[in-house]
């Protein structure tokens, strides 16, 4: 296995292993249960998102797509311009 991708947290991890999924891909979040006893603190490195090898490039590329995906026209509001809300 590789780790392809460091989440910001265990939400944003879960949210990338359910992307990857729907796309064939299967992920693992190490660090997952060691992030907890930091409470509100990042993980500060303790997540890794990690996808086996023969997957590991076509996850990249996924995930890569994923953080550069812009809002729908008309989905924003017209005050923030650009900014996508979740």
Sequence with gaps: MQRIYEPQDVMEGELLISMLASEGVEAHLAGRHLAGALGELHACGLLGLMVENVDA????????????????????????????LC
């Design 57 to 84: 490039e076509r996850a990249q590329a996924l995930i890569a797509a994923y953080n550069a995906a812009l809002p729908m026209p008309g989905d924003e509001p017209e005050n923030i311009q650009g900014t996508l």
